[in-house]
């Protein structure tokens, strides 16, 4: 009788060696176990919906301890911006990093160059990754109430 063979997980490998491998990269360089994961701490858009047709702006700012290593991107419905838009209405502005102790704070914008309401049913989220963890903060913009309608009823009367 052949000895039983054990399952194979392709993914397994990875999960293990990746981490191991950054943090390989990244230990002699600094005090690894003083190293926090990144974090989004400013997500700026307005209170009120924007009024169809304008530009509008969403900033999404984050601090990381390996800049060299961390992204910062937006996502409209779980895509990148980029293929989500593919005509450029939606569109991300480049990172901007700005030294904040030992880490930095990055800062990405999310352009709309002509409001309309299928942004609003669209699921924007400002994403910040590195080897040490990730973050996310998702848009929550309130649609606009109907307009009351001013109909009269049909009734006898």
């Known amino acids: ?9 392709p993914g397994a490998a990875a999960r293990v060696l990746l981490p191991l491998l950054c ?12 190293l926090q994961p990144p974090h989004i701490t400013v997500l700026r858009l307005s209170a009120e919906p924007p009024r169809l047709g304008e530009k509008v702006t969403v900033s999404c700012e984050a601090v990381s301890d390996l800049p060299e290593f961390t992204l910062l991107y937006w996502l409209g ?29 990055l800062l990405r914008d999310l352009h709309f ?10 699921n924007y989220t400002c994403v910040v990754l590195s080897p040490l963890g990730m973050d996310t903060k998702a848009v929550r913009w309130v649609p606009p109430a109907p307009a009351p309608s001013s109909a009269t009823s049909g009734g006898l009367g």
Do not use: C, I
């Open 113 to 122: 160059s002509s409001f309309s309401t299928q942004y609003l049913r669209t």
């Open 1 to 9: 009788m052949a000895a039983p063979r054990l399952a194979r997980h």
């Open 23 to 34: 943090w390989a990269l990244v230990s002699p360089h600094t005090g690894a176990m003083a």
């Open 77 to 105: 419905n779980g895509s990148f911006v980029e293929k989500l838009h593919w005509d450029g209405a939606v569109s991300e502005g480049t990172v901007l990093e700005e030294p904040r102790g030992s880490g930095v704070t």
